[in-house]
């Protein structure tokens, strides 16, 4: 349907709906570019406070995939009429608003309507310099990847609402899809990056589709190599995948190859949808290791080296 749509066009747009970039670019001035993006979904916890913390943390990841930093955010709210406390409201946007703050930007306000179902996000603007605007596509053949957090929030969330989730995955899940992608974008931008892209919907496979699509290359992604969550591996054993997973399974099933080795768990976890993942970073392999020593001084300590580009042959992606 979007490539039906008749573009826009203007000399100071750098990154418009062209491509699956993670937000839009807008240059203002010679040195100075906008960041614009926007995300809200329905809760994926009981809590109303923390839920706000992770849509918050899922908005303004965007701005951070793109290498810039957030300035401004405003609130995007549909609450259902007579069915909630208007106290579970204020936590959500409490929240919303410590993460914002924790990343340094700005609430200016928001909007809200009457739904039956209960929503919560951020449109929030970054500002970059117009060169310094990272990507989801260039990588070149040779490039490593690095990936910054924990996969399986999907899965622990999927059976977080059976009740069959463990206390310790969903802490740990809890805990990455709060933690802001601050430091790990502000590590990157020490580094001669190539792409960036985060991780969420679409999952690692779906993510790492766009951007070696987008850039012409194949990219290897090695399972054993996959940060998991704890318990994630097994609660995708035993069947808790997400109806996003399968989404995922049916989109990709001709752009990526997984090979007939990589476990059935490994595999759904890799096409898991994420909320509020981390960065995957394409970069020279001489610069990798470099990288993920600075991540993990910085507390990104999640970040792993999960693959590596080569010239295109056959498929955009295979999980090996």
Do not use: W
Not at 54 to 65: K, V
Not at 206 to 231: I, N
Request: net charge negative; aromatic share 4%.
């Amino acid at each position: 349907m979007l490539h039906s749509l008749p573009p826009f066009e203007h000399p100071d747009l750098i990154v418009g709906t062209e491509t699956s970039d993670d937000a839009g670019v807008f240059r203002l001035r010679p040195d100075l570019a906008i960041v614009n993006t926007v995300d809200f979904f329905t809760p994926i916890v009981d809590d109303p406070y923390t839920f706000g913390q992770i849509a918050a943390a899922n908005a303004l990841s965007d701005i951070y995939a793109m290498g810039a930093e957030p300035t401004t955010a405003l609130n995007i709210v549909a609450f259902p009429k007579g069915k909630l406390d208007l106290s579970v409201l204020g936590d959500i946007i409490r929240g919303g608003a410590e993460r914002a703050r924790a990343a340094g930007a700005v609430v200016l306000g928001g909007h809200s309507i009457i739904d039956n179902e209960l929503k919560y996000g951020m449109a929030v603007t970054g500002v970059v310099h117009p060169d310094r605007v990272i990507r989801n596509v260039g990588i070149q053949a040779g490039d490593a990847l690095i990936l910054t957090k924990r996969l399986g929030t999907g899965i622990v969330s999927t059976a977080l609402k059976r009740r069959k989730a463990s206390a310790a995955s969903v802490r740990a899940a809890v805990a990455s899809m709060i933690e802001l992608n601050k430091a790990a974008s502000a590590a990157m931008r020490r580094f001669p990056v190539h792409a960036c892209s985060d991780v969420t919907g679409y999952g690692l496979l779906g993510h790492a589709f766009e951007m070696a699509d987008g850039s012409h290359v194949t990219v290897l992604l090695e399972a054993r190599k996959m940060p998991l969550l704890p318990g994630a591996r097994r609660l995708a054993e035993q069947g808790y995948l997400t109806g996003g997973c399968r989404r995922n399974r049916d989109y990709l099933k001709d752009k990526v190859v997984i090979d007939p080795g990589v476990s059935s768990a490994l595999a759904e976890i890799a096409l898991d949808p994420q909320t509020s993942g981390g960065l995957l970073i394409a970069l020279p392999q001489a610069d990798a290791q470099a990288l993920l020593d600075d991540l993990h001084a910085n507390g990104v300590e999640a970040a792993t080296i999960v693959g590596h580009a080569v010239p295109f042959h056959d498929v955009s992606v295979r999980l090996v």
